[in-house]
């Protein structure tokens, strides 16, 4: 018993030494920004979805998850353009119309974070302006209308080599 405790306490003291930076002092700031943790892919995540709001009519709440290399989440910084697609009747069910694409500027740090919902490790980001044709597929009043759109996410960010990467990924909703 006393030899346990001899051995705590000299490891005790071991262990406890002079606090060392996390971060090399000699490294760039900008070599900070590109560390081994960036994002690495993107993923429109499911919960993306139509919400309509009483007396607001209807958004696109769309969630947009980063990964480092390792499949972590992480925050991230950069660009993110998020594109809206209809399909275009007729014959060919696989072509699609750009319809409309809103920017976020994940740069600016204090928006970077009030867009970022811990509980789901996602960017959420509440899109308006939707066409009609979205509205309709949202209530349920497209009848004969295709029930069926693409959310594509692009984010511009720095790689972990510092370099500028584009990370994309799609998401179809149907009704």
């Not at 490294?27 to 892919?41: C, H, K, M, Q, T």
């Not at 991230?76 to 976020?104: F, K, M, N």
């Not at 959420?124 to 044709?133: Q, S």
Request: with cysteine; glycine share 8%.
């Amino acid at each position: 018993m006393a030899l346990g405790l001899a051995s705590g306490l000299v490891c005790a003291g071991a262990c406890v030494g002079p606090r060392r930076p996390i971060i090399n002092p000699a490294i760039s700031e900008s070599s900070v920004l590109a560390w081994v943790f960036a994002g690495d892919s993107i993923r429109v995540h499911p919960l993306t979805q139509l919400e309509l709001e009483p007396g607001r009519g209807v958004s696109l709440a769309c969630h947009v998850e980063v990964r480092d290399r390792w499949g972590d989440t992480v925050k991230a910084i950069g660009v993110l353009q998020v594109q809206l697609y209809r399909p275009v009747p007729g014959l060919d069910a696989a072509r699609e119309v750009q319809e409309l694409v809103w920017d976020v500027d994940l740069n600016n740090l204090e928006r970077n974070a009030a867009w970022f919902d811990p509980v789901t490790r996602t960017y959420r980001v509440r899109l308006t302006g939707l066409p009609a044709w979205a509205e309709r597929m949202a209530t349920g009043d497209a009848d004969g209308e295709t029930q069926r759109l693409r959310v594509r996410a692009v984010l511009r960010t720095v790689g972990a080599d510092g370099r500028e990467r584009v990370l994309r990924d799609d998401l179809v909703i149907q009704r």
